[in-house]
């Protein structure tokens, strides 16, 4: 059987193709639906606009593809937006496919899902606009949080300004409260944690496969966050590893990282390919 999955995020949609219990292959496009969201409350009509056509353009190819089965779930931009409805109703307009709204408690069960699959362990999901922390062990959920805030929502708050984000960071990472995830293995998930590992290997061309695995210490987040920070934009999208269209956030998705990895006492974090995308299948199929 081959499933088809498509995350719409705050800044991109992504399209997972899954068959026989592996990920066969993942497709992007960068549209930044959270955009200015911070700011109105509400999601612009140009950024529906874009969205939409991306989202029926990755159903056409999975339809082309020969899905035999056809999931389209929506994370933090859509369910915080004033006129979320809006955006799903104009996919169902474009495609006829009715797409799922899921809770921040969902997005990190399926964060925490497609990572591990069942294991011990934790994850760190840096998305657009908001970041899931959750940490699970002998089958129990031990921790989890949804915080309102990711890269795209950090740089809509406060640019590309270390201060003004250090600022707004700290002002909201006091609502994770105290736990210490120092004795877990945690894994971090998201467009900004696999850029960075990116990043750190100097790919040329984008490789899962590489940067599946990738370790980053507490200090090797920290040291990039202050690079990108301190680069112009141009100077970061110039950069062997970074995905282009993600330059601009990136400095804020990092600190937000560091800051968190710092909280929880977390060390070093490992990068995992397999996320939200593989844990809704799993949760709506009960296999990949």
Known sequence: MKIFAIDIGSNSVRLACIA??????????????????????????????????????????AKNEGADRL??????????????????????????????????????????LGALQGGDGGIIDVGGASTEVTVQSGGKTLYSKSLDLGA????????????RLEKVIEEKITNYGDF?????????????????????????????????????????????????????VEEVRALNGMEPRRADVIGGGCLLLYNIMKRFGINDITVSESDNLEGYVLLKEGVL
């Open 152 to 163: 795209v929502r950090l740089f809509d708050l406060a640019g590309r300004d270390k201060a």
């Open 180 to 232: 210490c995830a120092t004795q877990f293995n945690m894994y971090a998930i998201g467009g900004t944690a696999t850029t960075l590992a990116s990043v750190k290997h100097g790919l040329k061309v984008y490789d899962p496969a590489i940067t599946h695995g990738t370790v980053l210490t507490q200090n090797e987040v920290k040291e990039l966050a202050a690079k990108f920070l301190r680069l112009s």
């Open 71 to 112: 999931f389209a779930f929506a994370t933090a931009a859509v369910r915080s937006a004033e006129n979320g409805a809006d955006f799903t109703a104009r996919v169902k307009e474009l495609c006829g496919v009715t797409v799922d709204v899921i809770s921040g408690e969902e997005e990190a069960n399926c964060g925490i």
């Open 20 to 61: 026989d219990g592996k990920t066969l292959y993942k497709r992007l496009k960068t549209t930044r639906l959270g955009e200015g969201l911070s700011q109105t409350g509400k999601i612009s009509q140009q950024a529906i606009e874009r969205t939409a056509s991306a989202v029926s353009d990755f159903i056409g190819f």
